[in-house]
T-cell receptor, first 113, second 114 residues
Framework: DQQVKQNSPSLSVQEGRISILNCDYT??????FLWYKKYPAEGPTFLIS?????DKNEDGRFTVFLNKSAKHLSLHIVPSQPGDSAVYFC????????????FGTGTRLQVTL | DTGVSQDPRHKITKRGQNVTFRCDPI?????LYWYRQTLGQGPEFLTY????????KSRLLSDRFSAERPKGSFSTLEIQRTEQGDSAMYLC????????????FGSGTQLSVL
């Protein structure tokens, strides 16, 4: 039962262009969403989050959009840089579960020169 | 902020042996989590502590797994009678506050069961 889905295992984008990573969820109780970035042999690093009361949150080059009716969120990276190459995980939580995060399977982003 | 520390980084063991991993969370963080990640998957929740109390355990956590957090500081995760299916990255994370605070992850312990 995959409650958080990232249907694109990989994505390749040219440096300077926009990267769009997508995530879908099925559990309507989820009300807080996060994106984590992971480099090989390291733990996931927090990138950006959004509460279900918002539909957009920005932090520098990173913007997360939330469409609650479609149970869909996306991460936009503009402009993409080679250092952004990593695996990106979407995660979700239900406020009542003390931030127990449910993760997607990840999307590997490759930013090419 | 020294981050979440996990030890060891790598562990190779034979099937049937017991292993123990340690996690030192960020000092002011009252919540501590253990996750497991296998190849091609995202991290899966195993168990959660608030201070020294273990408040939730996943169905993934069989009787061979036990976790402790004495005095609400560091935590240990023990796997008894390891099986090849236990091979995975074991991640520890910590957080402060009540809810909706982002989790800070350690670099993980990579377990290989031969």
């Amino acid at each position: 039962d995959q409650q958080v889905k990232q249907n694109s295992p990989s994505l390749s984008v040219q440096e300077g262009r926009i990267s769009i990573l997508n995530c879908d969820y099925t559990n309507s109780m989820f009300d807080y969403f996060l994106w984590y970035k992971k480099y090989p042999a390291e733990g996931p690093t927090f990138l950006i989050s959004i509460s279900s009361i918002k539909d957009k949150n920005e932090d520098g080059r990173f913007t997360v959009f939330l469409n609650k009716s479609a149970k869909h969120l996306s991460l936009h990276i503009v402009p993409s840089q080679p250092g952004d190459s990593a695996v990106y995980f979407c995660a979700a939580s239900d406020t009542g579960t003390a931030s127990k995060l449910t993760f997607g399977t990840g999307t590997r982003l490759q930013v090419t020169l | 902020d020294t981050g979440v520390s996990q030890d060891p980084r790598h562990k190779i063991t034979k099937r049937g042996q017991n292993v123990t991993f340690r996690c030192d969370p960020i000092s002011e963080h009252n919540r501590l989590y253990w996750y497991r990640q296998t190849l091609g998957q995202g991290p899966e929740f195993l168990t959660y502590f608030q201070n020294e109390a273990q408040l939730e355990k996943s169905r993934l956590l069989s009787d061979r797994f036990s976790a402790e957090r004495p005095k609400g500081s560091f935590s240990t995760l023990e796997i008894q009678r390891t099986e090849q299916g236990d091979s995975a990255m074991y991640l520890c994370a910590s957080a402060k506050g009540a809810t909706n605070e982002k989790l800070f992850f350690g670099s993980g312990t990579q377990l290989s069961v031969l």
